[in-house]
């Protein structure tokens, strides 16, 4: 029942209709190495730091690709 009312909790302090829960899972339990359960026993203000730096990390990269792009028909 906790970890049920840890993503519920999660989902709706995350007013985005794009939030996944399943794949920030997925992503945190990569990077971290972590087992479904500890990442359930994480404080919900950890697991939004972690979705925002996320988020801002894959921002980034998409920037740096699309200036790689635009930079290989310059010459």
């Keep these: ?3 049920n009312s840890i993503k519920n909790r999660v989902q ?3 007013d985005k209709k794009e939030f996944d829960f399943d794949r920030t899972s997925y992503v945190l339990c990569k990077e971290f ?5 500890t990442l359930m026993n994480q404080p919900i203000p950890f697991i939004l730091s972690m979705m925002q730096q996320i988020s801002k990390s894959n921002e980034e990269k998409e920037k740096a690709a699309k200036g ?8």
């Design 68 to 75: 790689r792009k635009g930079k290989r028909g310059k010459k």
């Design 12 to 14: 709706k302090l995350k």
């Design 33 to 37: 190495k972590w087992d479904y359960y």
């Design 1 to 3: 029942m906790k970890i």
